[in-house]
């Protein structure tokens, strides 16, 4: 009967622990895997994290682009670009911007934030993904993205009011934030 008591007690803090944990709020945090180790960091040290990706991404800025290029004592093209900067910080993904596009997770183009990927057919809408770039910055103004191209190397640009980028912007992804949980 002691033994049966002791074990009821046991239970009956563990539920308890179990229902306090979750009824506690999650206000300024955001879930990033399902990973049941490992669920949730502070919203401020992803963004942190992100705006250190974007920093470092800048000083990028005037590296020659290169075909096939992944580092920037040779040059980069635009998924050697985002796949460097991405690995300084762990963030692993392929150096190919098709499999990049099916990396991470899709987010709108609306909420695109520091440090996501945005992708681009030169068929425009629906067309395959010819090129990707890195987020820095989603205003009212546009997307403001910091990539490789073929004509003038690392560059920062508004795609949302170049003629040029604007036709063949397709959709976004975020592939840090399932890969922070690490961090």
Not at 15 to 40: F, H
Not at 61 to 85: H, I, L, M, N, Q
Not at 150 to 168: F, L
């Amino acid at each position: 009967m002691n033994i049966s008591r002791h074990c009821s007690f046991r239970m009956l803090v563990l539920l308890l622990l179990v229902l306090s944990t979750s009824l506690v709020s999650c206000k300024g945090k955001k879930k990033i895997t399902d990973n049941p180790g490992i669920t949730e960091i502070p919203a401020n040290k992803e963004m942190a994290f992100r705006k250190g990706i974007v920093e470092r991404a800048r000083q990028f800025v005037g590296v020659k682009y290169k075909y096939a290029g992944r580092a920037p004592e040779t040059g980069f093209d635009c998924s050697g670009f985002t796949s460097y900067v991405l690995g300084l910080y762990n963030v692993k993904v392929s150096p190919a911007s098709k499999i990049q596009a099916t990396e991470g997770q899709a987010v709108t183009l609306e909420h695109a934030k520091a440090g996501d990927l945005v992708f681009f057919s030169s068929a425009g809408k629906g067309g395959k993904v010819t090129h990707v770039a890195l987020v820095l910055d989603n205003t009212a103004e546009g997307i403001l993205v910091v990539h490789s191209t073929s004509s003038r190397g690392v560059m920062v640009e508004n795609v949302s009011v170049s003629k040029y980028w604007k036709p063949k912007l397709l959709f976004a992804r975020d592939v840090i934030s399932g890969q922070r949980a690490g961090q």
